[in-house]
């Protein structure tokens, strides 16, 4: 890696810009309470794990979330704890779906874990209960999908209550859910201690501190096909690191902002003020925002459709903009070069359309060999990682989509909020 040259930013007072004071909402979450704050021996601990995983026909087509959850999990069983599983699978809408049974999570979790995994058909119930207090230290439950019951997505108190009976303690290591207010993920927390597990602390201490005191140089990779989704977490980021390059689809709404022509491309032009309010943040002494060079275009995003590399400025008013071309992997690679950290949110181009995908390949290659800590944020951006066995590659992918996003915005997530303070645990 070479040198890299900074570009403006506020002045850095005690580690961090001086223009961004320590978010006291992430500052609040890097403070909660774990496992390793409490005593767990004979305890009936309820987790939330997030094992929402892909499946096909019945059976689990990635496993890469219920491994996640593993340390966790293990460090419970290993200090004699009574371990009741919850998790979500699909949207099952709160009503019963054969096709979203947990029974396939249990089975694969008891063959990482190497000892067993009892699947109960239910989350709640006298069945359930029951189980539960046949359970000795080192057990391992796995409830039926919370949302079965409409309760869980409602966050309704009644559900909430009955999850709680089966335990002492609330463990939350899903982040992945960690932005919804549901009953297992919120609101059991009014009715049991709640700590966070190993996964989920990792997540907090890792994107928390690219919040609260971010390393730096710092560069930002924001991708993803709508600016709408993203606008919380570009103007966020803007305040905190020192290059934010743009891509996706999203890039061409900036670039009509600036005057461009992108043909038949994905533009919003409801958020094209949105988009010159961003341009502007980055000439303001914030972040420098880094823009495509060239793009991969073709009529349409499907197999075996002719295509070419133009430059920006040169998108034809038949054709769409589907992936960024080579220079722009190359700018940004270079974007990257000596940077102490890089955050990468969303892909580059239509990535589950071949060729389209090769902006992005390309630049997780370049990544994966660089020196920097490499932190992807979750997503879709994980599935094409993935998918070039490249996510190993990275020094950490998160868990979370959705999650991830309000997290960089410097949200509370409500998963996180109602978790213990250390000092109370």
Not at 144 to 172: M, Q, S
Not at 211 to 222: C, E, F, N, Y
């Amino acid at each position: 890696m070479g040198l890299f040259v900074p570009g403006r930013r506020p002045q850095r007072v005690h580690g961090r810009p001086a223009e961004l004071t320590t978010d006291a909402t992430i500052g609040g979450a890097l403070h909660k309470a774990t496992i390793r704050d409490v005593d767990l021996a004979g305890k009936r601990v309820l987790v939330r794990v997030d094992f929402n995983v892909p499946m096909e026909a019945g059976r689990i087509v990635d496993d890469s979330r219920i491994r996640a959850a593993i340390p966790t999990i293990k460090d419970l069983v290993e200090r004699s704890a009574r371990v009741i599983l919850m998790t979500h699978l699909g949207r099952p809408d709160g009503q019963v779906d054969e096709a979203y049974r947990t029974r396939p999570l249990a089975e694969r979790l008891s063959d990482l874990m190497e000892r067993p995994v009892r699947h109960l058909d239910d989350s709640i119930g006298p069945a359930v209960e029951a189980a539960v207090r046949a359970m000795q230290d080192g057990d391992m439950v796995m409830l039926e999908n919370v949302r079965f019951h409409p309760g869980e997505t409602k966050n309704d108190p009644a559900f909430a209550k009955h999850l709680a009976a089966l335990g002492d303690l609330y463990v939350n290591d899903a982040f992945g859910t960690a932005h919804r207010a549901h009953a297992s993920t919120a609101g059991i927390a009014e009715y049991l201690p709640a700590v966070a597990g190993l996964l989920m602390e990792r997540e907090i201490q890792t994107l928390g501190r690219i919040m609260v005191d971010p390393p730096h140089p710092l560069v930002a990779i924001i991708g993803g096909s709508k600016i709408s989704t993203k606008i919380g977490v570009v103007r966020s980021l803007l305040q905190r690191v020192d290059r934010l390059c743009i891509g996706g689809a999203m890039a061409c709404t900036f670039f009509k902002a600036k005057g461009l022509e992108m043909g038949r491309s994905l533009v919003e032009e409801d958020q094209l003020d949105v988009a010159r309010e961003l341009l502007a943040l980055a000439g303001q002494g914030s972040g420098t925002l880094v823009l495509p060079l060239d793009a991969v275009i073709a009529a349409e995003a499907r197999p075996g459709v002719k295509v070419a590399t133009v430059a920006i400025d040169a998108v034809p008013a038949d054709m769409k903009v589907l992936d960024v071309g080579p220079m722009t992997v190359e700018r940004f690679l270079q974007t990257c070069d000596g940077a102490h950290a890089v955050v990468w949110n969303g892909p580059l181009g239509v990535y589950e359309v071949p060729p389209f995908d090769r902006g992005t390949d390309a630049l997780a290659e370049g990544l994966a060999g660089s020196d920097a800590e490499t932190i992807i944020g979750g997503g879709d951006l994980v599935a094409a990682l993935q998918k070039q066995h490249l996510a190993d590659r990275m020094s950490f992918v998160s868990t979370g989509g959705g999650a991830t996003l309000e997290f960089l915005e410097g949200r509370m997530l409500p998963g996180i909020a109602v978790l213990r303070d250390k000092n109370d645990a």
